[in-house]
Structure formats: C-alpha cells, structure tokens
C-alpha cells in the first residue's frame, strides 16, 4: 500500500506559477514512477506529467511542455509539479498517482495508488 499526500494548490492568476507537492509513504514507493493527472468536471482525467522511478525519464503532455516541470526528490519521497505561465485552462483538480512500475508512462491504467488531489484555480 502506498499513501501519497497532494499540497500547493490554489488560486493564481494566469501567467502565474504554483509549484504542487505530493508526499509518498509505503513500501517500494521509491522503486516505482509517479505522475501527475488531472480533471475538471465532465471530463475524464487527463495525464499531464510522469517520471520515472530514477527520476531520469520524463514525459509531459504537450499542452503543458515548456511550462511544467515534474521533479522527484528520493530521499525526501516527495514529487513535485512546478507549474509556469498558467493559463485558465489549467484549471482543474490535480491527482498525485503511483506507478505500477518504474518506467514512467502517460496511461491512467499504468498507475495504481492515488491521492486525493489538490485544486489549481487560474483566473483570467
């Protein structure tokens, strides 16, 4: 079992930054990839970064490349989503996931602890 704990969000205007903390706890939390998902109301829950469990693998989804960052401090089993030139529509609620494996992936079915997520406001 592996718990993980979001923090950092909040509101922000676009053109903002916010920087989004997820701490990890449990055993082999470490050996496996993390990412960063996330939904708005009605819609599916989209990826938006991942990273391997060496942390020197990345994957971003394309409308976030150039502007988020995803880092992964071992020792300190924390994640964390460092979020640049925010636009409205980076608004949404943003979930924390573990991987089933250390490679990093983009796939939902490819994570398989959750947190509870934390909520990214950007105002226009």
């Known amino acids: 079992q592996v718990q993980l704990v979001e923090s950092g969000g909040g509101l922000v205007q676009a053109g903002g930054s916010l920087r989004l903390s997820c701490a990890y706890s449990?055993?082999?939390?470490?050996?496996?990839?993390m990412g960063w998902f996330r939904q708005t109301p009605g819609k599916d829950r989209e990826f938006v970064a991942a990273?391997?469990?060496?942390?020197?693998?990345?994957y971003y989804a394309d409308s976030v490349k150039g502007r988020f960052n995803i880092s992964r401090i071992i020792d300190e089993a924390t994640v964390y989503l460092q979020m640049s030139s925010l636009k409205p529509e980076d608004t949404a609620k943003y979930y924390c996931?573990?991987?089933?494996?250390?490679?990093?992936?983009?796939?939902?079915?490819?994570?398989?602890?959750w947190g509870q997520g934390t909520q990214v406001t950007v105002s226009s």
């Open positions: 996931a573990s991987g089933r494996q250390g490679a990093a992936s983009t796939l939902r079915n490819d994570y398989k602890y």
């Open positions: 449990g055993r082999t939390s470490n050996a496996v990839a």
């Open positions: 990273i391997s469990w060496s942390g020197k693998t990345t």
